[in-house]
């Protein structure tokens, strides 16, 4: 996914903004939707882009941050989802050279008690 967004630690980042690359890599269980071809049965993408497009829209210092805020929403919102790994990149960053992006991956596992499926 891509994002104009104003996330940075410098008060120009924050006032002018910069282009984002999100990436996320969710795992659950597909097995119901395999053999109902259900949209209920399974994660909605809609619903992942829409969690993204929201958080990216709140500023923050740093990348972990939003990669944090990121997985956070997506446990809070997405039931069924049971593990995820998201990737936050900064296109260009200002590091004072030449520099394709600055890039942050964080990864959490939802906890599940032994009864639950």
Avoid at 43 to 53: A, D, E, G, K
Avoid at 76 to 96: F, M, S, W
Wanted: aromatic share 8%; proline share 3%.
């Amino acid at each position: 996914m891509e994002f104009f967004a104003h996330h940075g630690c410098f008060d120009e980042e924050r006032t002018t903004g910069t282009y984002f690359e999100v990436d996320v890599d969710v795992h659950l269980n597909l097995q119901q939707a395999a053999t109902t071809d259900n949209l209920n049965d399974t994660l909605n993408y809609q619903s992942v882009y829409n969690i993204v497009r929201k958080e990216m829209q709140q500023p923050s210092n740093l990348l972990e941050h939003v990669a944090g805020r990121l997985l956070h929403a997506l446990f809070e919102q997405c039931e069924t989802v049971d593990r995820a790994i998201v990737t936050v990149r900064k296109r260009n960053p200002p590091l004072g050279g030449k520099v394709g992006y600055s890039a942050v991956t964080l990864k959490k596992r939802r906890e599940r008690k032994i009864n639950e499926s």
